[in-house]
């Protein structure tokens, strides 16, 4: 039985373990710690890097049916404990129940629709002269470092491929949400062979030791666009292969014909999901100057309707922003904002005095495309609405980042809405709806919001080599 609240210890091949140095984690609605975690040292983070090393052999060598197998126990773990992980993930991350489903429930689908796929040989010739045949084969320790937006679906995202095609792994969640990660690893030991899976925790140090790590062949980051340079950076000494999945500021573009009153709530959520702590959050939203007053005055109403709380409460609809340093930095860009007289149509009114690191939902009238809250990533509940009546210059508006994550384009005119799409810089851009994601769909950025993808059999194949086989037939029988 394992027991959610108490006692978290990382997993090093397959043994539990404490640390001489710990740190603290906070429940962000109360600011109110809720547990010591370990902080991993240099020498556990080597222990696990040898784990990993001492079980891939086998677990390269394993029938496919046995990992895939794996997976659907992993599945069956997180099933079995949902009610524990959505607890947890609330207390520590701030999301409400209805977030904490979605994150949890999806987790348990990634598994086992990961499980399914199969990066089969490519026989490329078989004829009486030769044999040409692709093989996919595992890397060999793959560390994933993780943010704290979504702590354990990002980091499912990378066990599930990296466990099915042969590779051990080392889970570094952030440490601003360790808590669920590290249940996670010790219900996972129900479920593999010791050393498959490890999770140590720690600070962004350990961050940097492992994609320094020698020991390590691939690293799988989700996080900042800065830190994913420093990664690239520091892997780039052993030439270790990297997934990045990186910041975005994702347009939403909205047509002059759509129902302002029926679409608000569409747009309202493609922006504040997750409090907006999300990187395919819309970040910028461009409605036709047309219907710009009714939308905008659509989207405050029924922003107005929305509960924000502690995620532990049954009403909320949106929690508190996850840490503080990030609260800080949301902070400042409503004061920049202010300082710039940019008028706010909703928001803008921080309670110092909150229990927990509130911000509430902010919208910015139309400020300059080249403002602040327009051109970076907040990263929090604060959305700048943009007026446009010209279509090639809203496309050319949308694209004038060095960010190209997601994008989306919302119309009745299914003809505009898909010749606007076709011409968006992103990796996934969503045409009259927005964040579907699946196990089968690639993700990734353009420009610097990533390089590679995760998902699908493309983003499987990252973490495997090309490993071709050619046989000459013939050559030795004469
Ligand atoms: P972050 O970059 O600060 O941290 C992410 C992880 O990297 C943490 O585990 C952290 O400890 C570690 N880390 C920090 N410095 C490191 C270093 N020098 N070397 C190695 N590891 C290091 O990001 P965050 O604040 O946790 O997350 C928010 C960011 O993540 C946003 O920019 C958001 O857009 C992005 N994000 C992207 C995706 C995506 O799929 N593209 C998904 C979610 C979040």
């Not at 603290?24 to 547990?35: G, V």
């Not at 076709?422 to 390089?451: C, D, I, M």
């Given at each position: 039985m ?21 740190f603290?984690?906070?429940?962000p609605?109360?600011?109110q710690?809720?547990a010591?975690?370990p ?15 001492a079980?891939?052999p086998?677990w ?23 009610e524990q ?11 409400p ?15 086992r ?11 490329l ?11 996919f084969t595992?890397?060999g320790?793959?560390g ?7 702590p ?10 990296a ?14 949400t360790?808590?669920c990660?590290l ?15 490890n999770?140590v ?5 350990l ?10 062949d ?12 420093h990664?690239?950076?520091?892997a ?8 990045l ?12 014909d ?26 910028r ?18 922003a107005k ?11 909320t ?28 149509a909703?928001g ?13 939902v902010?919208l ?12 970076e990533?907040?990263?929090g ?21 060095r960010y190209g994550?997601g994008a989306?384009?919302?119309g009745?005119d ?9 011409q968006?810089?992103?990796?996934t ?25 995760e ?9 495997t ?10 050559a030795?029988?004469?």
């Amino acid at each position: 039985m394992i027991d959610f609240n108490h006692d978290y210890r990382m997993t090093i091949g397959g043994r539990l373990e404490t640390s001489a140095g710990s740190f603290k984690a906070f429940n962000p609605a109360t600011k109110q710690e809720i547990a010591r975690v370990p902080d991993a040292t240099r020498a556990q983070l080597d222990q696990a890097v040898a784990a990993a090393r001492a079980a891939f052999p086998q677990w390269r060598a394993a029938p496919r049916e046995q990992r895939q197998a794996a997976l659907i126990r992993i599945a069956e773990l997180i099933e079995s404990h949902a009610e524990q992980f959505m607890a947890l993930l609330t207390r520590e991350q701030g999301k409400p129940r209805a977030g904490a489903e979605w994150e949890i429930g999806g987790s348990a689908i990634w598994c086992r629709e990961m499980a399914k796929l199969a990066l089969n040989d490519e026989v490329l010739e078989d004829s009486a002269e030769r044999r040409v045949v692709t093989r996919f084969t595992p890397l060999g320790v793959v560390g994933a470092i993780v943010p704290w937006n979504f702590p354990i679906l990002l980091a499912i995202w990378k066990i599930a491929p990296a466990l099915l095609t042969g590779n051990c792994i080392i889970v570094k969640p952030s440490p601003f949400t360790p808590l669920c990660t590290l249940k996670l690893g010790e219900l996972c030991r129900d479920a593999l062979p010791e050393g498959v899976l490890n999770v140590v925790s720690g600070g962004d140090e350990l961050g940097k030791w492992m994609s320094s790590h020698a020991g390590i062949d691939k690293i799988a980051f989700t996080g900042h666009t800065d830190t994913g340079k420093h990664v690239m950076r520091s892997a780039a000494a052993s030439l270790k292969r990297v997934t990045l999945e990186l910041g975005g500021n994702d347009p939403a573009i909205v047509l002059p014909d759509v129902d302002p009153k029926a679409i608000a709530p569409q747009l309202f959520w493609a922006a504040f999901q997750n409090n907006a702590q999300f990187c395919n959050a819309t970040k910028r939203l461009y409605v036709h100057d047309r219907i710009y007053g009714a939308v905008l005055a659509a989207l405050t109403a029924y922003a107005k309707t929305v509960v924000v709380g502690d995620g532990a409460q049954a009403d909320t609809q949106l929690g508190p922003i996850q840490n503080e340093p990030q609260y800080l930095k949301v902070l400042e860009y409503i004061e920049d904002c202010k300082k710039n007289g940019y008028r706010f149509a909703l928001g803008g009114e921080v309670d110092a005095d909150a229990q927990g690191w509130f911000v509430p939902v902010t919208l910015v009238d139309d400020p300059p495309e080249d403002s602040r809250v327009v051109a970076e990533e907040p990263f929090g509940p604060i959305l700048p609405t943009l007026r446009w009546h010209d279509e090639s210059d809203v496309i050319r508006r949308a694209n004038d980042t060095r960010y190209g994550l997601g994008a989306s384009v919302w119309g009745r005119d299914l003809a505009a809405v898909q010749r606007i799409g076709r011409q968006l810089e992103a990796g996934t851009v969503w045409l009259n709806e927005v964040h579907q994601y699946s196990p089968y769909q690639a993700f990734g950025g353009h420009k610097e919001s990533g390089v590679g993808c995760e998902n699908s059999l493309h983003g499987m194949m990252e973490y495997t080599n090309w490993h071709t086989i050619t046989l000459n037939k013939t050559a030795m029988m004469g």
